[in-house]
């Protein structure tokens, strides 16, 4: 049965993109009309006809179809950069399970418009006598004012709105009696405003080096050839993929479409902007959380008035309402930022794909360590793999990695956070006048508990992931709801010497400063960059040499490029993998990996120490050996043994209620039912389970597990679970999210 009924909206420029009309369906049109069609509809009392925006179509009427209007028309030529987005937003409600307006608010992210900065401008209407005789006139009726600015337009035949009122003094009331008097005509002008400041433009091309050239002249053919496959560049850090990047979208811009380029907020430095500023000049902007509304709102306006080709941000640039986008590229696309956490629960690589297939465009991804789910796409040859296997800078080598096993480092008497050799080399850069980067590696930091005997960390039985200290001094497993009491003893050595770990970058810096007095130290993390340009401005007071060793977090080792850096230190590299989530051997591998590129990027040689309690452990080897290979196979084995994503499909369930026993009935019954879907489809169910962190604003949430080895059987689940809850009122007190993995 064809869907009978459309819910158009009117304005999109609106905060409360939710407010929609329903409108019947001319038979004629059931074939043609679906979300983001433009429509032209009756509206109002007067039935004037306005042009409108499907969101959704649907067979369920909101009020009586007798009494309800019906869609005029088509809109020729209707299908706008809107269009695209609000059918994209349909796509991601259906794909990603959420709300057409959550869906909405995403793919629309200028919710409300910011007042425009006008520039206007005086201009004289006059002709040489006309304008001689009019001064006359004004003086001799000893309108001062008036003669002031009429003079003016003898050497100019226009002036500034602005000079014009606190220059020379005019008030705006004689302004509009002249213009009322056809003497000047006011002409505002929209000035955008443009978060990208810089002199200096269009650098000269750099020589691409045979590994880069080929992958430019194979993108080039495809694309000219119509073929639209999407492209993993695996590169090793400091390969030059920026610079195939900048080919890259010279050549698609070069065709008259625009690109996107996707970049994780904690590496969209300055310093990366203007690399591509000075290649695009001012046809480039930005858009990041640092910026005001009005400035979010302007480079919106900019992409969609054709004023810029090329767009660089973090997972909400997807958006850019570009008129014809002809390439997207996500660097670092391994990084967890590409993923939102709030409905539409959706993955920047996943949408940037389906963008790409409704636009006729390309995608290019690009990382040294690139993620389980793009590699294992590009092996089975989904993706066109394109590889950089050394660095671009001549004489540039990968640096020599050291492991150091921090267990014989506490027997043979260190106490310390740092390692004998990382002392010992750290003395040595700064006699040398090179520079140091120390990182803790907090990712996912978890409150985990370890024993610094023997490096084991407690897990859960069931489901290899560390189990979680609770304040009750519980260890649980947020996966299957395992727990054991806090353990005197290491369960696998019988040390005593078992806790929690509990070092932070502030404390890094006042043993550094100890350790090490001559030394001019910088620490940069949340409590350092909180003010706004706070991260440029550490970042650069670093590149100029004003400090001799950088502590920090994540943060500091995300794309950055300091050729006089040739140590890196890893002070605990295997905290990551102590948290309870199964990626944390990949993140633990990608954190390493990419740490270690920051040493010796120059043409002096680098080093690294990685420190750490489990030496052994398959993530650290191979991010000590660079070998993204060897890690992806030991991965792989573990994903599918326990059958999570990659080697399977993940939904999770996420319910959440103010009233504990609602949220207890609520769960019993879905997990019912799910138990039901278990028999029919096949599937594996865990839970349900308290989350991670049950209790937030007196909000108790629950987690149900589902996985399957197809997508499809997943969504039909998640659909038929739907309808069921539409039907059992204990679901009107409890909120439903999910997360496709």
Not at 295 to 318: H, T, V
Request: contains cysteine.
């Amino acid at each position: 049965m064809a869907k009978a009924y459309a819910n158009v909206i009117i304005d999109i420029s609106h905060e409360k993109v939710d407010k929609t009309f329903q409108y019947r369906i001319p038979e004629a049109l059931k074939d043609q009309v679906s979300a983001g069609v433009q429509v032209r509809i009756p509206f109002g009392m007067g039935n004037h006809v306005r042009k409108g925006y499907v969101v959704e179509v649907t067979d369920q009427a909101e009020y009586d179809p007798l009494k309800m209007k019906e869609i005029c028309g088509l809109v020729d030529g209707g299908v706008t950069a809107e269009s695209r987005l609000i059918k994209l937003a349909w796509w991601m409600k259906e794909y990603y399970g959420s709300t057409m307006n959550q869906a909405l608010k995403t793919v629309l992210p200028v919710k409300q418009q910011v007042k425009a900065r006008e520039k206007r401008v005086i201009k004289c209407c006059l002709e040489e006598e006309e304008l001689e005789r009019a001064i006359a006139q004004a003086e001799q009726k000893n309108y001062k004012a008036r003669a002031r600015l009429l003079a003016v337009f003898r050497q100019r035949p226009e002036i500034p709105y602005e000079t014009a009122v606190t220059g020379m003094k005019l008030s705006p009331a004689t302004i509009k009696t002249m213009a009322e008097k056809q003497l000047i005509n006011i002409v505002s002008e929209t000035k955008y405003r443009n978060p990208v400041h810089a002199g200096k433009q269009e650098s000269a091309q750099k020589m691409l080096n045979s590994e880069q050239q080929e992958i430019v002249d194979s993108f080039v053919r495809d694309y000219d050839s119509g073929i639209r496959k999407t492209s993993l560049i695996m590169g090793v850090t400091g390969s030059g993929k920026t610079e195939v990047y900048m080919e890259l979208i010279r050549h698609v811009i070069g065709r008259g479409r625009q690109v996107i380029v996707l970049i994780p907020e904690i590496a969209l430095t300055y310093q990366t902007v203007m690399r591509f500023y000075s290649r695009f000049g001012n046809r480039v902007s930005i858009i990041n959380s640092r910026l005001s509304a009005g400035e979010r709102y302007d480079q919106f306006e900019r992409a969609k008035n054709g004023e810029i080709d090329i767009m660089i941000g973090p997972r909400s640039a997807l958006f850019t309402p570009f008129e014809n986008p002809g390439l997207i590229i996500i660097d670092e696309e391994h990084e967890g930022a590409y993923k939102s956490e709030v409905s539409p629960r959706y993955h920047a690589r996943e949408v940037a794909v389906e963008i790409a297939e409704m636009c006729d465009a390309a995608v290019v991804l690009g990382s040294a360590t690139p993620s389980l789910e793009a590699y294992v796409r590009a092996v089975r040859g989904e993706y066109r793999l394109y590889r950089l296997t050394r660095r671009a800078v001549e004489n540039s080598y990968l640096p020599q990695v050291s492991v150091v096993d921090l267990r014989q480092e506490l027997k043979e008497g260190n106490k310390s956070v740092f390692s004998r050799r990382l002392q010992m080399l750290i003395q040595d850069r700064l006699q040398k006048r090179e520079q140091v980067i120390l990182f803790i590696n907090r990712r996912g930091y978890a409150n985990f508990v370890s024993c610094r005997s023997c490096g084991e960390a407690i897990k859960c039985p069931h489901c290899d992931v560390t189990l979680t200290l609770h304040k009750n001094e519980q260890l649980v497993c947020h996966y299957c709801g395992y727990q054991i009491p806090l353990p005197n003893k290491c369960p696998s050595c019988g040390s005593p010497y078992i806790a929690n770990f509990g070092v932070g970058t502030q404390k890094l810096e006042m043993m550094a400063a100890k350790m090490f007095p001559e030394a001019r130290i910088l620490r940069m993390d949340l409590d350092t960059t909180s003010k706004k340009g706070g991260h440029e401005e550490i970042l650069a007071r670093f590149a100029e040499g004003g400090a001799d060793i950088l502590i920090g977090t994540q943060m500091i080792v995300k794309g950055h490029d300091f050729p006089n850096v040739t140590l890196v230190g890893a002070i605990a590299a295997d905290l990551s993998l102590y948290t309870s989530d199964y990626r944390a051997g990949e993140r633990t591998f990608q954190l390493l990996t990419q740490a270690a590129g920051r040493a010796g990027r120059g043409e002096k040689e680098g080093n690294v120490v990685i420190q750490t309690y489990n030496p052994g452990h398959y993530s650290i080897q191979a991010a000590a050996k660079q070998d993204y290979e060897a890690f992806y196979e030991e991965e792989m084995a573990f994903r599918s043994l326990m059958k999570y994503p990659p080697a399977c499909r993940l939904l999770t369930i996420q319910m959440s209620s103010g009233s504990e026993e609602e949220l207890a009935r609520a769960a019993e019954t879905l997990a019912k039912w799910a138990g039901e879907e278990e028999k029919a489809e096949n599937i594996q169910m865990t839970g349900p389970v308290e989350a991670s962190v049950y209790k937030v604003n007196d909000i108790y949430r629950k987690i149900l597990y589902l996985k399957h080895v197809n997508y499809d059987i997943l969504i039909k689940i998640r659909d038929r679970l739907e309808q069921k809850m539409k039907e059992d009122v204990i679901f009107t007190q409890v909120m439903i999210q999910y997360d496709f993995s």
